[in-house]
């Protein structure tokens, strides 16, 4: 018996493996052609920009100014045309309110084909959960973002913020300009850990926290990076390559602060005590709620879906408010007449007092008038995916069939002339009650729309508020015009070019 199965030589055996592989590649290939057929056939109906043999659009889609090429595509081809991603991927993309309420208005999945790239870090939390988990999870979370939880933040955002800002004297005494991307990135993570965990990378210190701090940075850099680069689009292939590994290594890192920060808190509420001063501390954190959510048939959360929902929010949550808070600083710098407008606003609601206080949040109309406009330029996050889980039929009678593909191009739907007259000017009464009134619902979705729109939405326009608020009471804010910033769409809407803006500091009694 032996000595038949050593008989099998390793060159018989590496020929096997080698048979093995080419069929199983042969199996994939018809496999990928057989669904690319679906897809082209799908989008039949719908004409669109020419497209390269092998590429397809991905190569305008990775050049500079690319979101602005779907402007014009967006132009010639009313309501969708198909975009694909390399020959095997295509989407149709959409920019037209009607088109966006037939798809989104109903909980179809993400596109797997993008969000996968997600789940080695975030895993299946509620980004890109699907189905009745999706809607236990949602259901578990939503009380996390209740107003009354949300309250207390405003003191945490405040905190952050005067680091930022303290920062920003220092350097702005050189008088040079300099890029402000970085600082607030770090400000809004930041503010995120304090949320989250209780606890940021400047309060206790902790070692612990700052390489937390730092993976974050790196997994949120690799994504990016990989997204756009179609060479590290397969799995198998990308974990092998040193830009993997160093992912691997950073997702490793990210896992086991969030274990065992998990663990931690479990530990602490076994204990009475704790549990009394958790009780009276000024906040609650996301963790707190995590740990505390049950549903109605006493389910709770595990600790793997536990953290996917902490890496989850940590991943969403701070590179999207660091776009949306970059991008209106430009804007403002770039129209001095809103600037100053924002500016006296927020100097007569803070009157005397020191900080703002959550009540002062609503009474911002104007600043969330420039903030909404700014959104509607420079949206943070650019486009969103869905896979159709039924067909739909549009308004003007065209259908897909399950199973097709949809990227839904926000950038595009607010620039669309038809919705937005002079959709280049920033005119920020878009947005006073009455002009948006009549507005069709999907007119405008920086937090997309529908049941999967944006948990964080009411968070995150808070934190906006006051962080730019206090940005404006600090700070003239001008464009350093041999520096001026150029979108480039990665995860969120990013600058290839960073934030390089020249900032005066306003002297005493402006709300330092
Ligand atoms: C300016 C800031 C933000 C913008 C523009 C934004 C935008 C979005 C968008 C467009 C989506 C839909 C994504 C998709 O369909 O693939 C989304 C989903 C989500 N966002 Fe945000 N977001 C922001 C801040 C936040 C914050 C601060 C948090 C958490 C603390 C957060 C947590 C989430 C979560 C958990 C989802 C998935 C919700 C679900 O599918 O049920 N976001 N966000
Ligand atoms: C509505 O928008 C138009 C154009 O932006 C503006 O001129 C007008 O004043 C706005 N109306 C209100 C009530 O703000």
């Not at 999706?134 to 955002?157: C, E, I, M, N, S």
């Not at 005494?173 to 607030?184: H, T």
Request: aromatic share 12%; net charge neutral; glycine share 6%.
């Amino acid at each position: 018996m032996v000595p038949s199965f050593l008989s099998l030589s390793f060159s018989s055996l590496g020929l096997r493996a080698s048979g093995l592989i080419l069929v199983l590649g042969f199996l994939k290939l018809i496999r990928l052609l057989l669904r690319r057929q679906m897809l082209a056939k799908a989008m039949d109906n719908f004409p669109g920009p020419p497209t390269h043999w092998l590429f397809g659009h991905a190569l305008e889609i990775q050049e500079t100014g690319s979101l602005d090429k779907v402007v014009s595509w967006a132009h010639q081809f009313p309501y969708a045309h198909p975009l694909w991603f390399g020959q095997f991927i295509g989407f149709l993309n959409i920019y037209e309110p009607d088109y966006a309420q037939a798809v989104y208005s109903r909980g179809d999945p993400k596109a797997p084909d993008v969000y996968d790239f997600f789940l080695q870090w975030i895993g299946r939390g509620l980004l890109v959960l699907e189905g009745p988990k999706w809607l236990q999870h949602r259901k578990l979370l939503t009380p996390g973002f209740h107003y009354d939880v949300l309250k207390p933040y405003v003191a945490v955002f405040t905190e952050s913020t005067r680091i930022m800002l303290d920062k920003w004297e220092e350097k702005a005494r050189e008088g040079k300009s300099f890029d402000i991307f970085c600082d607030v990135g770090h400000m809004a993570l930041n503010t995120l850990m304090k949320c989250t965990f209780g606890r940021g990378d400047t309060g206790l210190g902790h070692s612990r926290d700052s390489s937390y701090y730092l993976a974050v940075s790196d997994l949120t850099l690799l994504m990016q990076q990989r997204l756009v680069s179609f060479q590290y689009h397969n799995d198998f292939i990308y974990w092998l390559t040193p830009h993997g590994r160093r992912f691997l290594r950073a997702c490793q890192v990210a896992h086991d602060h969030t274990d065992q920060v998990i663990r931690e808190r479990k530990a602490a509420l076994q204990d009475e005590k704790v549990q009394k001063k958790i009780q009276n501390r000024r906040h609650l954190d996301f963790l707190d709620i995590l740990l505390g959510a049950w549903d109605e048939d006493d389910i709770k959360l595990s600790d793997a879906d536990l953290r996917a929902e902490v890496d989850t929010f940590m991943f969403e949550g701070h590179d999207t408010t660091t776009s949306g808070i970059s991008w209106f600083l430009y804007c403002m710098a770039l129209y001095p007449e809103h600037q100053h407008r924002c500016r006296e606003e927020v100097r007569e609601i803070l009157g005397d007092q020191d900080s703002f206080q959550w009540d002062d949040l609503g009474k911002m109309t104007y600043l969330t008038m420039c903030i909404k406009e700014s959104f509607r330029l420079y949206p943070p996050v650019p486009q969103v995916y869905r896979q159709l889980s039924k067909p739909v039929t549009f308004v003007d009678g065209r259908s897909l069939p399950a199973g097709s593909l949809i990227s839904m191009h926000i950038y595009a739907l607010h620039r669309n002339s038809a919705v937005w007259p002079d959709p280049e000017v920033f005119d920020p009464l878009r947005f006073s009650t009455e002009n948006a009134s009549k507005r069709h619902p999907f007119a405008f979705m920086p937090f997309s729309a529908g049941p999967r729109n944006c948990i964080g939405q009411q968070f995150a326009m808070s934190e906006m508020k006051v962080v730019t608020a206090m940005c404006l009471l600090r700070f003239e804010f001008s464009l350093d015009p041999s520096r001026l910033p150029i979108k480039m769409p990665q995860l969120v809407l990013c600058s290839k070019n960073g934030f390089h803006l020249h900032l005066k500091p306003l002297g005493p009694g402006s709300g330092k």
